[in-house]
């Protein structure tokens, strides 16, 4: 795939449809890409990478990228397709200064997942389709099914259907699947308040604050954050204690409610494996069974729950009824 | 030196000994992953090679509450609310973050010095615990640090089922002391060959030989001015990971904390990664992700050399290289921006 | 010396939709309603002006329990505003139910301009169910209470 990808993209350089392509960079070792912009065929050739471990959503880059002088080719997976879609229907890329390519993805693999198989000091990992043979410096030689170290998000796919595109690199397009990404939310809400307090206080409790989480996140894409702003009253470079990790967490989940598309990248690059997924996925999970299903980026039309309303919308105390006393 | 040894079964007896006494942290393993925590009967030593975050909190916290101003009416009275003096003891420092505490040294320990920074030191007893399996991110070797013979007070190495230890300064000598009668007396054979050991699997290792020493073949300008910044620092998110999980960044932020009541004042860690960064009246001197990666690097690499006899603000603990939400680092950039002899 | 522990006092903070709550608190007033005086009314220009943040400080600030009163739906002011904090207060609450944080200290009434009495009635159950779940532990900030 990465071979036919580099062709097309030195095709579309050459013939002037787009003057860079925004891809993914190789690193040190098969695992550590990194999002880049290229902009010649030998940039292309040298360093551009496209495997299991390239799992960052390029989506957001595209806010910037698409605002610079010329056309920019992505190659977008089904999630970033989604999260693009959503930037456009919010106005904040411009469409038209972006050339996609949807490539399909069968599942990334989390790398700390091969490593959590007590595997360190590796030196190769080689991709043999359905699993990875990897090699240590200690002498360790062991196959690792795909499936088994693919990241959490993935596992919990979706859709395989690529929502905005330009060409597709396989046809036919994917389709929106089956999954199972609510049990996990529903799990903790069949738990006591209690198990459900101590399960987010241990979670929370291990936040840096680093703001990876909103940094990463396609739907956060305010020029300036309301933790940020001095004047805000919230503004915060620490969670300096557990309220603020509280506060912090459920206003940002809060503020991308409606428009959060599901694409994980807040779990993924969380230094501190907090499932903050969790969060986003309750408020998809409540909106769906409120106010219908909704899926955020699956259309241009459809209004989002949060900026719609209807005469008969179940009343705030619905919550109290459900589960539980008042 | 003289060296003891304990069998691993041990060291329970040999925690508890010392927790009891003083506050004992030991890096265990929490959720899957591993983190310094205070010792509690039960608790096991972590079998990963290294914690999460690194160990520059015992000595620089995430935050700390530096006074407390209380108001009453139009009563205003400052109160002192330090606790950094008592004592504690830390278990299993690698040798990367052993050497963090030298670097972070250099900067709170130069004058002015920082008080609380200074209480704390004092008041800490570092016994380093050598690596015996480091992974293919480490390039600690890169700043003259040996895996097998890290810093500290004291230093433990885990050889099959033993444990040894030697002290190399007056507080580590007390810390075997203390502990002494659960120690015997051996030599340093076995030790010696870990190290040998260890250094063989650093040249085995992807970056085990990785220098830096490139950096210095130009000067602070060149280094400044070099096109490549904008390439690099493209696909940054701003985000403060590595500045967080780093065990030699030191920038922080004092701030107000309005209680309603009174005024907490506080410090915290900064990141140069941040927008409102060394953020002054008339603005922000680093508007870009440019400025603001630059100075990351050019703080570590450059900077801090210039002013510290040539030593590196980096220790080469890998945590960026794990962490880095998009997986760009130190090694990434020095790679990038080093002038080869060759050249 | 024995400590006596102190009646627990809860202090509340009500969100007042300046076109109808607000004067029916004043209604409340005027007719002698009775209501707790640990109700700390706030004015805000209309129920979707509350910003899930004025919540949440307000349970930093020390508050125990927090209660948002809007027109009746239909009746807003500016004509569809409460629809839309009906459906923000619905999540945020349903998320702080998610979080294990008591789903009584929030809540949502809709009281016009001439109900004086549902005002003072409101005030009064919300407080009572405020002091049977006590203090606010779990969404508090315990640099805002220290003495």
């Known amino acids: 795939m990465q071979d036919r990808m580099i062709a097309r993209a030195k095709e579309l350089l050459a013939d002037g449809t787009v003057n860079r392509v925004m891809g993914w960079q190789k690193g040190e070792f098969t695992y550590d890409i990194t999002p880049a912009v290229f902009h010649t065929a030998e940039e292309l050739d040298r360093d551009f990478v496209c495997n299991d471990f390239a799992a960052a959503n390029v989506s957001k880059y595209l806010v910037k990228e698409s605002r610079k002088e010329g056309r920019i080719l992505a190659f977008l997976k089904p999630c970033d397709s989604y999260s693009f879609a959503q930037l456009m229907k919010e106005h904040r890329v411009l469409r038209e200064n972006v050339y996609i390519i949807g490539i399909p993805s069968w599942g990334k693999t989390d790398f700390e997942k091969i490593k959590a198989r007590g595997l360190s000091g590796i030196k190769n990992i080689k991709d043999n389709g359905a699993d990875y043979f990897v090699e240590t410096v200690y002498g360790d030689e062991v196959t690792v099914p795909k499936y088994e170290v693919m990241l959490d998000r993935c596992k919990d796919c979706k859709s395989k259907k690529i929502v905005v595109y330009d060409e597709l690199l396989e046809e036919p397009n994917g389709d929106v699947i089956e999954n199972h990404r609510f049990d996990e939310v529903a799990r903790l809400e069949a738990m006591t308040p209690d198990e459900r307090f101590a399960f987010w206080r241990n979670e929370l409790s291990r936040c840096i604050r680093c703001n990876a989480c909103r940094n990463v996140c396609p739907a956060c894409t305010c020029e300036k954050c309301v933790f940020d702003n001095r004047d805000s009253g919230v503004e915060n470079k620490a969670a300096a204690d557990s309220f603020e990790e509280n506060m912090f967490h459920i206003i940002r989940a809060f503020h991308v409610a409606g428009r959060c598309t599901d694409c994980g990248e807040c779990s993924r690059v969380c230094p501190q494996h907090i499932p903050l997924h969790l969060l986003n996925r309750k408020f998809i999970k409540d909106m769906n069974e409120l106010y219908g299903d909704y899926q955020a980026g699956a259309d241009p039309d459809t209004r989002p729950p949060m900026t719609d309303f209807r005469f008969d919308d179940c009343e705030p105390s619905v919550v109290y009824e459900r589960g539980g006393a008042k | 030196m003289t060296y003891y040894k304990l069998p691993v079964s041990g060291l329970d007896a040999l925690f508890a000994r010392v927790a009891e006494q003083q506050t004992l942290y030991i890096p265990t393993d929490k959720d899957g992953h591993a983190v310094f925590a205070a010792y509690e009967a039960g608790m096991t030593l972590s079998k990963k090679l290294n914690t999460d975050r690194s160990a520059k909190d015992f000595f620089f916290p995430q935050t700390e509450n530096l006074y407390d101003i209380k108001m009453k009416g139009k009563q205003l009275t400052v109160e002192d609310t330090r606790e950094e003096c008592a004592d504690f003891t830390v278990f299993g420092v690698k040798g990367c973050d052993a050497r963090s505490f030298a670097i972070l040294d250099k900067v709170f320990l130069a004058d002015p010095v920082d008080t609380y920074y200074k209480n704390r030191r004092e008041h800490g007893t570092i016994v380093s615990l050598a690596c015996n399996r480091p992974e293919e991110t480490c390039f600690c070797r890169a700043f003259g640090i040996d895996a097998g013979d890290p810093e500290g007070d004291a230093t433990a190495w885990r050889i099959g089922d033993e444990m040894y230890f030697a002290a190399r300064t007056e507080k580590g000598e007390a810390f075997l002391a203390f502990v002494k009668d659960l120690l015997t007396e051996t030599d340093g054979t076995m030790v010696e060959s870990l190290k040998k050991a260890v250094a063989y699997i650093m040249d085995q290792l992807p970056l085990g030989n990785t220098s830096f020493e490139g950096m210095k073949q130009t000067d602070l300008m060149t280094h400044f001015q070099n096109e490549k910044w904008a390439g690099l620092s493209e696909s940054c998110l701003g985000c403060g990971t590595c500045t967080f999980v780093c065990p030699t960044c030191q920038c922080y932020d004092i701030r107000e904390f309005d209680t309603g009541k009174g005024v907490k004042k506080f410090r915290c860690w900064d990141s140069c990664m941040y927008s409102d960064f060394t953020l002054m009246a008339h603005g922000n001197s680093r508007n870009s992700q440019l400025e603001r990666f630059r100075q990351r690097f050019m703080h570590k690499l450059v900077y801090f050399p210039n002013n510290n006899g040539g030593e590196f603000g980096c220790v080469g603990c890998g945590r960026c290289l794990a962490k880095c939400p998009i997986q760009t680092n130190i090694v990434k950039v020095e790679k990038a921006l080093e002038v080869r002899s060759d050249d | ?147």
Not at chain 3, 30 to 42: F, H, M
Not at chain 3, 97 to 115: H, N, P
């Open chain 3, 1 to 147: 010396m024995q400590v006596e522990k102190k009646p627990f006092k809860p202090l509340i903070v009500a969100f007042c939709c300046n076109w109808c709550s607000y004067a029916g608190a004043d209604l409340a007033g005027t007719n002698r309603l009775n209501y707790p005086a640990d109700v700390k009314i706030i004015r805000v220009p209309c129920s979707c002006r509350v910003n899930p943040l004025f919540i949440l400080r307000a349970f930093q600030r020390g508050a125990d329990g927090v209660i948002i009163c809007g027109c009746h739906p239909g009746d807003c002011h500016y004509t569809t505003g409460n629809y839309y904090a009906r459906r923000r207060m619905t999540l945020l609450f349903s998320m702080l139910d998610y979080l294990g944080i008591e789903k009584g200290r929030t809540r949502v009434e809709w009281v016009s301009a001439a109900e004086g009495q549902k005002f003072a009635e409101t005030m009064n159950s919300f407080v009572e169910t405020i002091c049977s779940l006590g203090e606010n532990k779990r969404l508090e900030d315990l640099r805002c209470k220290t003495e």
